[in-house]
DNA sequence: ATCTAAATGTAATGATGTTGCATTTATGTT
DNA sequence: AACATAAATGCAACATCATTACATTTAGAT
């Protein structure tokens, strides 16, 4: 089975032209493993044995290459989450809403909220939208009723 | 003008007692003479005489009180804009949206722009919805327009 | 005028992110 | 299997943004 997921990353990495090395197939399993973003600081304490400046290489390549996009939460640190959309070299397509628990922290990509078109003001040329929210995960929202009862 | 102006920055401060000192007048002053928000670098450069920790304080300070709020640009800067809803302590509800230009970097508070509410996957309980979109503003569209001519 | 909490300044430290250059390694070719 | 080389990594130094602790000054009240 980790042999089955590990092939899989390393045909990602083929397609995309990159090297298959250690680090890379690494952050690609810590994030794909999860169905939250990951924290440039999560990252760095996790893969602690990787140097900080290559975790920042594969961080950047990855989003260049549309692998992964990056996010920053309420306070301004950078989140990075796998595209599930058909994200490509240069071109994002991750319009989707993202949810940041005031709690746990975690952001969700919930990529089935676009957002809604809206007409801007007379001048105003959007390329891009971006929908952002902030409030309790399904996780978080549970314990606080347990708390409450 | 500038006088009554100055006076209008003084009750402000007044009203969420805070001392009336030079530098917090400065700071309001500059923010409310534009129509965009104030990057924490323009601020800093534009108040080079005012120690830098001092203006964090400041900035902080004000948006604790519900007289500015922070906005992070594409790049994660930080931003920072008047409030215009009825924000007071502890409580923003500067729910509009933010645009922000990909070539003059200038960050826009579109209030008119207000979230539609969406309804989200089961379990979370969103508490406040922020919208983001990036592109080009009036000035830079016109630019390029002419450009393209 | 005096007093004091609030505001500011200064120095040190931490966190995040980038750049230049030396070294190593993945991978295609012989 | 050995070789060649571009790509990837490691390391050191630096840049920027932000916070903390503590000393000093100042706005505003008495
Ligand atoms: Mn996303
Ligand atoms: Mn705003
Ligand atoms: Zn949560
Ligand atoms: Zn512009």
Redesign the interface.
């Known amino acids: 089975m980790a042999q089955t997921k590990n092939f899989r990353f390393e045909e990602l990495l083929d397609k995309h032209h990159l090297k298959k090395t250690g680090a890379r197939l690494r952050v690609l399993s810590m994030m794909y493993s999860k169905n939250t973003a990951t924290s440039q600081p999560d990252l760095e304490s996790v893969m602690n044995d990787i140097d900080r400046v290559t975790l920042y290489r594969i961080l950047n390549v990855f989003e260049e290459k549309g692998i992964i996009h990056k996010v ?1 939460d309420l306070n ?1 640190t ?1 989140n990075y989450a796998v595209c599930h959309a058909d994200c490509g070299e240069n071109h994002h397509h991750d319009e989707h ?1 993202h ?1 940041n628990c ?1 709690n746990c922290k975690n952001v ?1 990509c ?1 990529d ?2 676009h957002m ?1 078109r ?1 007409n ?20 978080c ?2 314990k606080s009723q347990v708390i409450a009862n």
């Open positions: 920053f301004g950078a809403l949810f005031t969700y919930l089935d909220l809604p809206l801007l003001p007379d001048g105003f040329k959007a390329e891009s939208f971006t929908l952002y929210a902030s409030g309790l995960c399904p996780k929202s549970k």
